[in-house]
């Protein structure tokens, strides 16, 4: 169960309700000590902060999102990428790619947007056993990129090669 909040009081009571994970996170005020860090690794809940959508319609509020996020990610919160976007709208790829890029903006390494995009949200969706990392028995559905997304998250843009279920379905090579 994920709950859709913006205030800390609406994240802590749907915590300590059993919520496994909130969607949009705070952004009305910022988050300033450990109490909802703490709650949120407690309950093993993740912690979705949906910045595309505040910086498309919520702009005034994007800059204290950002920070609340920094501010979990560095307190050891499991974060996971979503954009609370509409698959159907056609643009979930480049909104998640455009996700990324804001939560390192935030703040965030490369190497934690891209475990937040993947580990973790495996983990968030209860799938970790089939997907979300690279192991052997695992779904083998991964993207190959030209270059160091680790040094730029951007990087993600420059896709050669994209497998689905262990088949090369695009190649760009």
Avoid at 146 to 157: E, K, N, R, S, V
Wanted: charged fraction near 25%; glycine fraction near 10%.
């Amino acid at each position: 169960v994920t709950a859709h909040t913006n205030d800390l009081g609406d994240a802590l009571a749907v915590l300590e309700a059993g919520c496994d994970g909130l969607e949009h996170g705070v952004s009305r005020s910022r988050i300033r000590g450990m109490e909802l860090g703490s709650l949120l690794r407690q309950r093993e809940a993740s912690y979705i902060p949906t910045l595309l959508l505040y910086s498309r319609r919520r702009p005034e509020v994007l800059e204290t999102a950002m920070r609340n996020l920094n501010r979990l990610a560095d307190q050891g919160v499991r974060i996971v990428v979503g954009t609370d976007g509409i698959p159907s709208a056609g643009a979930s790829g480049s909104d998640t790619l455009k996700e990324l890029e804001l939560m390192v903006e935030a703040g965030m390494d490369p190497e934690q947007v891209i475990q937040a995009a993947t580990r973790s949200a495996a983990r968030h969706l209860g799938k970790l056993d089939d997907l979300g990392t690279v192991e052997a028995g695992k779904l083998a559905d991964l993207i190959i990129v030209d270059g160091d997304p680790l040094a730029d998250i951007a990087q993600l843009h420059a896709i050669e090669v994209v497998i689905k279920g262990g088949k090369i379905v695009v190649d760009h090579r």
